[in-house]
């Protein structure tokens, strides 16, 4: 039997993050510890309610959910509005939240939770900027050789960016946070834009969900139509890219994703290229191997996988 994994999900909800959330609270191998908001998507107001009312409509108000950092370490916050829509959660009609946002900062709980654990035990999911995990590291160094594992939506290389022509959103809005975090030591596994388009939730995948006729099932669906339209006038493909459950989906069936190890280096300086990952995939530098980049998905087991787990919640 697969032993249950600790982890901590830092996010930035976001329809995908939510998708991302349900994933992880419908899975068994997994034990979420608490969540940890961040601003990027919208702003931190937004990022922790929805982390709230999606934690509700899991079935579970007794999830920790710890608001962050409002604004990344150097530059100023740039949202996505235009893609998550208003509130960061536009799609389905879901309720003002009851549960309590916990009062710890969520640095500090990263902190404290990674300490109180043995070495190695606790893996970070990172679904937004990499502001808290950042933050983290500088404030308690030694959490660095602690932590597991980090698996992270964020970046791209062979696909470009999606913010700008050089950068993903997640590292573009605090490109000196991801810098921090690439050269903690701490391992990291890497879902960029180059797996995360191969994720779309076509039509029929949507359906399927919709076809759960659960309140979860009903509302991913819902979500997932919403961000749809924005994509497809964007990719002109057959779907939106689902890009966060990538990580969770990673934990629970690794075999899904193919990729490699090397460097990954984050530029800091250009404005032209800001946030951009510079991925040394053809091993062209002496630059030490700091992370798992993917590159490949099993996109229909992905779907069946995200589908199956979600009709369970
Ligand atoms: C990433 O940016 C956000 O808009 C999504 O939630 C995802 O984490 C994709 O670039
Ligand atoms: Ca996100």
Request: proline share 7%; net charge negative.
């Amino acid at each position: 039997m697969q032993q249950v994994r600790k982890i901590i999900i830092d996010t930035d909800p976001g329809q995908d993050d939510a998708v991302a959330i349900l994933l992880a609270l419908a899975s068994p191998e997994l034990e979420v510890l608490g969540i940890t908001a961040v601003a990027g998507n919208v702003p931190l107001g937004l990022t922790e309610k929805n982390a709230r009312k999606i934690c509700e409509l899991a079935g579970r108000p007794d999830m920790k959910v710890h608001a962050g950092a409002g604004r990344p370490l150097v530059r100023d916050l740039v949202t996505a509005e235009h893609v998550h829509g208003k509130s960061g959660l536009d799609g389905p009609d879901l309720p003002e939240p009851e549960m309590p946002l916990m009062q710890a900062h969520a640095v500090d709980f990263i902190v404290e939770t990674v300490m109180a654990h043995e070495p190695g035990t606790l893996t970070l999911c990172t679904l937004g900027p990499l502001t808290n995990i950042a933050l983290a590291l500088v404030r308690e160094p030694r959490i660095a050789p602690r932590i597991g594992g980090i698996v992270m939506m964020g970046g791209g290389f062979f696909e470009g960016g999606n913010i700008t022509p050089a950068a993903e959103f997640n590292i573009h809005v605090d490109p000196h946070a991801a810098d921090v975090v690439f050269r903690s030591g701490v391992p990291i596994v890497m879902m960029p834009l180059d797996v995360t388009h191969k994720a779309l939730a076509t039509r029929a995948r949507v359906d399927a969900f919709r076809e759960l006729g659960t309140p979860v099932g009903l509302a991913t669906a819902a979500m997932l139509s919403f961000s749809e339209r924005f994509d497809k006038e964007k990719y002109g493909n057959e779907g939106g890219p689902l890009h966060d459950p990538c990580v969770i989906a990673y934990l629970l069936r690794p075999a899904l994703f193919a990729g490699r190890t090397c460097n990954v280096s984050v530029e800091t300086a250009s404005e032209l290229t800001m946030g951009m990952t510079v991925i040394d995939w053809w091993h062209v530098t002496k630059r030490p191997h700091n992370a798992q980049v993917m590159r490949e998905i099993d996109d229909e087991g992905f779907f069946a996988l995200l589908t199956e787990r979600l009709g369970r919640l």
